[in-house]
């Protein structure tokens, strides 16, 4: 298993990302004591510290937030709220075969309801064998307009979740 340290910027954006298209949660998948140690500190200076006075639209974000040490345990949340298994959508900037276009994903979605989550990954990705044996569904990757896709994970989710839950 390889795993990344978790930033500020990531927090911060996904949970203003999660707070403006109205999703339930953004679970933080962190299995590592040390990194689990920091993001249970940004989350309480932004929800009861200092950083939720300051900002509270901020702290509204964070609210969003939540911490959970592996994929499994983030399936059983969303079950546990939601009475059903989400279906898994795996995102990943490698072409790999079996992939679907953001547009078919999002009449999917549209067509089956029910409980969703979305895998993004940070570093080098989610392994690809991991991610094909853990997702209902796999992602096309973001494509822009040069050879260059490296992007990080608050920009991918971003563009992402605008495509399959935006107004288009």
Same mark, same amino acid.
């Given at each position: 298993?390889?795993?990344?340290?978790?930033?500020?910027?990531?927090?911060?954006?996904?949970?203003?990302?999660?707070?403006?298209?109205?999703?339930?949660?953004?679970?933080?998948?962190?299995?590592?004591?040390?990194?689990?140690?920091?993001?249970?500190?940004?989350?309480?200076?932004?929800?009861?510290?200092?950083?939720?006075?300051?900002?509270?639209?901020?702290?509204?974000?964070?609210?969003?937030?939540?911490?959970?040490?592996?994929?499994a345990r983030?399936?059983? !949340?969303? *079950?546990?709220?939601? $009475?059903?298994?989400?279906?898994?959508? =795996? &995102?990943?900037?490698?072409?790999? %075969? #079996?992939?679907?276009?953001?547009?078919?994903?999002?009449? !999917?979605? *549209?067509?089956?309801? $029910?409980?969703?989550?979305?895998?993004? =990954? &940070?570093?080098?990705?989610?392994? %690809? #064998?991991?991610?094909?044996?853990?997702?209902?569904?796999?992602?096309?990757?973001?494509s822009g307009?040069?050879?260059?896709?490296?992007?990080?994970?608050?920009?991918?989710?971003?563009?992402?979740?605008?495509?399959?839950?935006?107004?288009?």
């Amino acid at each position: 298993m390889i795993t990344t340290a978790v930033t500020n910027l990531d927090l911060h954006d996904l949970g203003r990302l999660a707070a403006t298209y109205d999703l339930a949660e953004c679970l933080v998948i962190q299995p590592l004591p040390l990194q689990k140690k920091l993001v249970k500190r940004l989350l309480d200076y932004w929800r009861q510290g200092g950083g939720g006075d300051y900002n509270p639209t901020r702290k509204e974000s964070f609210k969003r937030v939540v911490l959970v040490d592996d994929l499994a345990r983030a399936l059983e !949340r969303i *079950q546990s709220a939601c $009475g059903t298994r989400p279906r898994v959508a =795996g &995102t990943t900037a490698r072409r790999l %075969p #079996g992939q679907i276009a953001h547009r078919e994903l999002r009449d !999917r979605m *549209q067509k089956q309801g $029910g409980p969703w989550l979305l895998l993004f =990954g &940070t570093g080098w990705g989610v392994e %690809p #064998g991991f991610l094909s044996e853990q997702s209902d569904y796999l992602l096309e990757p973001i494509s822009g307009r040069s050879g260059y896709n490296h992007l990080s994970v608050r920009t991918a989710a971003a563009i992402v979740v605008d495509r399959l839950l935006g107004d288009k």
